[in-house]
């Protein structure tokens, strides 16, 4: 399995990664309490097909907007079309199975900037265990499921994209670059990825060969100016201004 992640904890990482970058528009996938998504303050979207939401996590964005439902549901809705919402930067942590998250890629892709960024979290487990399909028996410490086959599948069928691998404790923060909105290679080799990705002797040799190449690059230096970092394409476009309190 990939080595242990033991750089900065992947929530601290995205508390500074939103505030040091300001967006348009933000979407999280598997957000669940709001945790992660409390200290964004630009247009934002959630999706979760079950809110615990126990706390203020609107505080100053323009926009919150709440889906409580699957992600297969929300796109199928095709709400980011009808409302001309392009993505800037959004991060996707919902169901740990690599056929999920695939298909959150697609759609979250498909509807972002090219110059904007996708996040993806647990792509980097440990051990053997982490990455259990059982969902009637997950370990009892963290579980990744197997969505760390995202990484070779974009590696074999995305070359195109830019895949930085941060080593965020305790997982790993996969982030995307370089997205073409119009690409359909991903959902047209469906059906073959999903095909070659459960046949175990497939698992194994794509594990193998795409952990030859790999290798985390530190999160802290990240934070500092690489990547993502070192653009300001992601900057907010628009005039919005964060809410102010009006007296009842």
Not at 130 to 141: E, F, I, Q
Not at 167 to 172: A, F, Q
Not at 206 to 231: D, H, I, K, P, V
Request: with cysteine.
């Amino acid at each position: 399995m990939f080595s242990p992640a033991s750089g900065l904890n992947y929530r601290r990482f995205l508390r500074q990664m939103h505030a040091r970058i300001p967006v348009e528009w933000y979407m999280e996938i598997g957000c669940r309490t709001g945790d992660t998504l409390a200290g964004v303050t630009a247009k934002t979207i959630g999706v979760d097909p079950f809110f615990r939401v126990e706390a203020n996590v609107i505080r100053q964005k323009p926009v919150f907007m709440a889906f409580q439902q699957t992600s297969d549901e929300f796109f199928a809705s095709k709400f980011l079309e009808r409302n001309d919402v392009r993505l800037s930067l959004s991060f996707l942590d919902g169901m740990h199975l690599f056929e999920y998250l695939l298909r959150d890629f697609i759609g979250t892709e498909r509807n972002s900037l090219h110059e904007g960024a996708i996040l993806m979290h647990d792509c980097c487990p440990s051990t053997e265990e982490m990455t259990t399909r059982d969902l009637d028996n997950l370990p009892k410490g963290a579980w990744t499921g197997d969505v760390w086959k995202i990484l070779p599948i974009l590696q074999r069928w995305r070359p195109d994209l830019i895949v930085d691998v941060l080593d965020c404790s305790p997982t790993g923060i996969v982030i995307v670059r370089n997205l073409d909105p119009d690409n359909r290679v991903l959902e047209q080799n469906y059906d073959e990825i999903i095909a070659t990705f459960s046949n175990e002797d497939g698992i194994d040799a794509a594990r193998s060969a795409y952990l030859e190449t790999f290798s985390y690059l530190g999160a802290r230096e990240y934070l500092s100016g690489g990547g993502l970092f070192s653009t300001t394409d992601l900057h907010r476009k628009d005039d919005q201004k964060a809410p102010e309190y009006v007296t009842p």
